[in-house]
Nanobody, 117 residues
Framework: QVQLVESGGGLVQPGGSLRISCAAS????????MSWYRQAPGKERELVAG???????NHAVSVKDRFTISRDNAKNTVYLQMNSLKPEDTGVYSC???????????WGQGTQVTVSS
């Protein structure tokens, strides 16, 4: 059974930091590109950051130099380190797994991140 379970979300003050995690199971994690998406209230879901199976990363312009995506294949986990958080970073953060070899795509349920004083 495929599972993507996000954790680590919460309430943080502007300028603060948070690290969220996505633990994967039920598929060959190392063969999948992993991404973080977020959706703010009333807005469309947007790509925040991605990391390929080989470890290459990309980050949205809005989070570049503040957020860092990483993965630990031994733990089947992808992380998003978020620094210098802003109120506009508020949203539900979901992880996404995309197979390198097929069209399989999996989604997690999401974790809420709220940036507010």
């Amino acid at each position: 059974q495929v599972q993507l379970v996000e954790s680590g979300g919460g309430l943080v003050q502007p300028g603060g930091s948070l690290r969220i995690s996505c633990a994967a199971s039920g598929f060959t994690f190392s063969s999948y590109a992993m991404s973080w998406y977020r959706q703010a209230p009333g807005k469309e879901r947007e790509l925040v950051a991605g990391i390929t199976a080989g470890g290459s990363t990309n980050h949205a312009v809005s989070v570049k130099d503040r957020f860092t995506i990483s993965r630990d294949n031994a733990k089947n986990t992808v992380y998003l380190q978020m620094n210098s958080l802003k109120p506009e970073d508020t949203g539900v953060y979901s992880c996404n797994a995309r197979s390198t070899y097929s069209k399989r795509v999996y989604w997690g349920q999401g974790t809420q991140v709220t940036v507010s004083s």
